[in-house]
C-alpha cells in the first residue's frame, strides 16, 4: 500500500444499456452486475470493487436514469438519487455512435442535484464506432459541461480501461482500504445468483418482458455428500401469457433458461449445481408496494 493511498466511491449513470455494467465488470475483473441487450436490466446498486497497490476504486453500478411510468421505476429511480448522493466521482456514459438525445440532457442535468461528487465523462462503446464519430461525439460531450476528464473506452476490447482507472482514482480522497483486499463485492451470495437468474432468463425474450422478470431464491442447500449445490428458486412474471413465454412449448425455453444460468452460477460457486426453477405470477407487481416488497425492491 502506498503512501498515497486512495479510496472512494464511483458511480456510472446514463440512459439505460449505455454499457454501465459491462464497464463495471471489466474494471473489476470479474462478472459482479449483469449484462443485457434490454433496457433497464440492473435493479440494485451494485458495489464492484477494483484492488491496486495506489488505491480503491469502489463502483456502484445503478440502475439507468430514466422517467418512471411505474411505482418499480420510481423506486428504481430512488435508488440512483440515494446512491448518488453519497458518491465521489459520477461518470457519465455516453456511447460514442449514438447521437446526444434528450435522454442525455434531462440526465446530465440532473446531475447538477450531487454538486459534491466529480463528474467525469466516458464515451463507451468505441470498438463499435468509426474514428471520426468517436472524435464527433468527444466534441459533443465536451460541450454538455466542464468535467473533470472525458475518457473514451471500449470494455469489450478492454481499450483505455487503465486510463479511465487512473482517472477515477486520482479524483478520489486520500483514505485507507475501505474493503478487504480479496473482497470484489459486497453483493450476497443469494442476489448473485438471483441475478445469474434473471439475465438467462432475458435472454432472447420480448421487449416487454424485462421490467415484469423477477426471481426470488426459496433455498440454497450443499449437499457435501454429493458434492453438488441445490438451488429452489422463483421466477416471476405479471401475467399468465408472460409465464407461457418463460416456459416455452413443452417447457423447453425453461430449460434454456436453467442451462444458461448453472453455467453461469457454477464457476461463481466452484460446485456442481442442481437448478429448481418454478414461474410464477405476481399480478401487476410493478405497481404494488406489497408485492414489490416481498420481491425484494
Known amino acids: 500500500m502506498t ?13 439505460p444499456n449505455v454499457g454501465k455494467s459491462t464497464l463495471t465488470n471489466a474494471l473489476v475483473g470479474e462478472k459482479v452486475a449483469i449484462t443485457s441487450s ?17 488505491g480503491q476504486v469502489i463502483i456502484v453500478d445503478t440502475p439507468g436514469i430514466h422517467r418512471p411510468r411505474t411505482l418499480l ?42 454538486p459534491r461528487a466529480k463528474k467525469v465523462a466516458i464515451v463507451t462503446k468505441t470498438d463499435s464506432a468509426s474514428k471520426s464519430q468517436v472524435a464527433e461525439q ?45 473482497t470484489t463485492t459486497d453483493e450476497t451470495l443469494e442476489k448473485r445468483i438471483a441475478e445469474l437468474i434473471r439475465e ?24 457435501d455428500d454429493k458434492d453438488l449445490v441445490e438451488i429452489y428458486a422463483n421466477v416471476w412474471v405479471e401475467r399468465d401469457s408472460q409465464k407461457g413465454i418463460i416456459i416455452g412449448k ?30 410464477k405470477v405476481a399480478k401487476e407487481w410493478q405497481r404494488d408496494p406489497k408485492q414489490l416488497g416481498r420481491l425484494g425492491f
Open 3 to 15: 503512501e498515497n493511498f486512495r479510496a472512494g466511491f464511483v458511480s456510472f449513470v446514463g440512459r
Open 38 to 54: 434490454k433496457p433497464q436490466t440492473t435493479r440494485h446498486a451494485i458495489r464492484g470493487i477494483v484492488h491496486t497497490r495506489d
Open 73 to 114: 421505476g420510481e423506486r428504481l429511480n430512488s435508488v440512483v438519487t440515494a446512491t448518488l448522493g453519497d458518491v465521489d466521482v459520477i461518470g457519465f456514459c455516453i456511447p460514442a455512435g449514438d447521437r446526444i438525445g434528450p435522454g442525455d440532457r434531462f440526465i446530465n442535468e440532473q446531475l447538477d442535484a450531487f
Open 138 to 182: 468527444l466534441v459533443a460531450v465536451s460541450e454538455l459541461r466542464e468535467w473533470e476528464a472525458i475518457v473514451p473506452v471500449s470494455a469489450h476490447s478492454r481499450v483505455q480501461l487503465d486510463i479511465l482507472h487512473s482517472q477515477l482514482l486520482g479524483l478520489l480522497p486520500t483514505s485507507p482500504p475501505l474493503y478487504d483486499a480479496d
Open 200 to 223: 438467462a432468463a432475458l435472454e432472447g425474450v420480448s421487449d416487454e418482458l424485462p421490467h415484469s422478470l423477477a426471481v426470488t431464491i426459496d433455498d440454497i442447500v450443499d449437499r
Open 250 to 279: 413443452g417447457g423447453a425455453r425453461l430449460q434454456e433458461v436453467g442451462a444458461r444460468a448453472r453455467a453461469a452460477i457454477e464457476p461463481l460457486i466452484g460446485s456442481q449445481v442442481f437448478l429448481s426453477l418454478r414461474v
